[in-house]
């Protein structure tokens, strides 16, 4: 038998409440989108799990929506997400893909060993700040470091207001500072490079392995892929953890709010210099360089800013030619078919 979970217990809010009319209340059922498959989308309702097949006249959806479904179990329509996480689809593709939706929390991961990279958390930071979600950096393997401490100061640094936790993701005992995040109704994501150890968390905190996770070779610390799906998974301590499988490629597009929400500092440097478009190179009266030279600013983080403007700038630029050739494209189409259609009428 399935437990079954109340609508609170799957996460839904006010937000949510005040989108249905009172036709959709008393004739539709609420769903939560909580896995995905090639094709088809497991939900959960109060009744249960319920698997709902894609089709192309749905919207594209992703892990942590809220549908309407109709009393025959049919797609009637998405609501509106208050968080959304988004990035550039892997390898040459440049459409943009859904991550997770209605995540309240995000867990940036990332382990104490050789994987330990502070542009990468930047990186981490800056999606979660463009999603509009908290970000808390969970640095693991904390029982295999030395010191962890020079790593949570040099995480510290990047932002004082930064919620930064370290755990061993294998000891209950450890992993028990997270549950603040983790309590009934609350949406956390997990996000990080494979092999730091998303799937390890996930486990200790429901207590069982509901995730497979793979042992990493000791000789380069590099993670292989486990985790091949995302899922929302219902905690003890209430809240939903979504695992996601290890990003290896993850690129940033229209993202600048977030690496400027990411990069405050720099940000307050940058209003001081002399020219409003200064691009802190070797301009004279530039704040930032300054900044750098009286050893206020790490010069990696000025690197790693600039780093991520480009590239979100750089997909940005191809994701809108995209578009638009695929706009074009649909004209041409729609046009043959349409010539077709004519000629078959004239016959
Ligand atoms: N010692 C130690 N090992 C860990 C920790 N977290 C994860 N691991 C190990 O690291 C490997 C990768 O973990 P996994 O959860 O599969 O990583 P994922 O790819 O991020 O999901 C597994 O062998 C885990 O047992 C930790 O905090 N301490
Ligand atoms: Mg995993
Ligand atoms: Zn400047």
């Known amino acids: 038998m399935t437990h079954l979970y109340s609508l609170p217990q799957l996460g839904w809010q006010a937000f949510f409440q005040q989108q249905?009319?009172?036709e959709e209340w008393e004739h539709f059922n609420i769903a939560r989108i909580v896995a995905q498959e090639r094709s088809v989308l497991l939900v959960l309702t109060t009744k249960g799990k319920q698997s709902?097949?894609?089709?192309?006249?749905?919207?594209?959806?992703?892990?942590?929506?809220?549908?309407l479904l109709d009393s025959t179990g049919l797609f009637h329509r998405l609501l509106d997400r208050f968080s959304l996480f988004a990035r550039k689809a892997a390898g040459t593709k440049v459409?943009?893909?859904?991550?997770?939706?209605?995540?309240?929390?995000?867990?940036?991961?990332?382990s104490l060993n050789q994987d330990f990279n502070l542009n990468?958390?930047?990186?981490?930071?800056?999606?979660?700040?463009?999603?509009?979600?908290?970000?808390?950096?969970?640095?693991?393997?904390?029982?295999?470091c030395e010191n962890p401490q020079s790593y949570t100061q040099q995480v510290q640094a990047l932002d004082q207001l930064l919620m930064v936790v370290t755990v061993n993701s294998l000891d209950p005992d450890s992993v028990n500072k997270l549950e603040p995040w983790c309590c009934t109704g609350k949406t956390v994501a997990l996000l990080g490079s494979s092999g730091v150890g998303k799937?390890?968390?996930?486990?200790?905190?429901?207590?069982?392995?509901?995730?497979?996770?793979?042992?990493?070779?000791?000789?380069?610390?590099?993670?292989?892929?486990?985790?091949t799906g995302r899922?929302?998974?219902?905690?003890?301590?209430?809240?939903l953890?979504?695992?996601?499988?290890?990003?290896?490629?993850?690129?940033?597009?229209?993202?600048?709010?977030?690496?400027?929400?990411?990069?405050?500092?720099?940000?307050?440097?940058?209003?001081?210099?002399?020219?409003?478009?200064?691009?802190?190179q070797n301009e004279p009266g530039c704040s930032v360089r300054a900044a750098i030279n009286a050893g206020k600013l790490d010069e990696r983080r000025l690197t790693s800013y600039l780093k991520l403007m480009r590239e979100q700038a750089f997909n940005q630029a191809t994701l809108a030619e995209k578009r638009a050739r695929d706009r074009s494209l649909g004209r041409y189409y729609r046009s043959v078919l349409a010539e077709k259609s004519n000629k078959k009428k004239t016959k």
């Open 52 to 67: 709902l097949p894609i089709t192309p006249a749905m919207p594209v959806m992703t892990v942590g929506d809220w549908i």
């Open 120 to 144: 990468r958390i930047e990186r981490y930071l800056a999606l979660a700040n463009e999603a509009g979600v908290e970000p808390v950096v969970v640095l693991t393997k904390a029982d295999c």
């Open 231 to 239: 899922s929302l998974h219902l905690l003890p301590t209430g809240g």
């Open 95 to 110: 459409a943009s893909q859904l991550i997770a939706a209605n995540i309240d929390t995000v867990f940036v991961v990332s």
């Open 20 to 22: 249905l009319t009172l």
């Open 241 to 280: 953890l979504l695992d996601t499988p290890g990003m290896r490629e993850l690129q940033l597009a229209n993202c600048e709010h977030g690496i400027e929400e990411t990069f405050t500092d720099i940000r307050e440097l940058a209003t001081q210099c002399k020219f409003t478009d200064c691009q802190h």
């Open 199 to 227: 799937s390890t968390l996930l486990n200790t905190l429901s207590g069982k392995t509901v995730q497979l996770t793979h042992s990493i070779r000791e000789d380069d610390d590099k993670g292989r892929h486990t985790t």
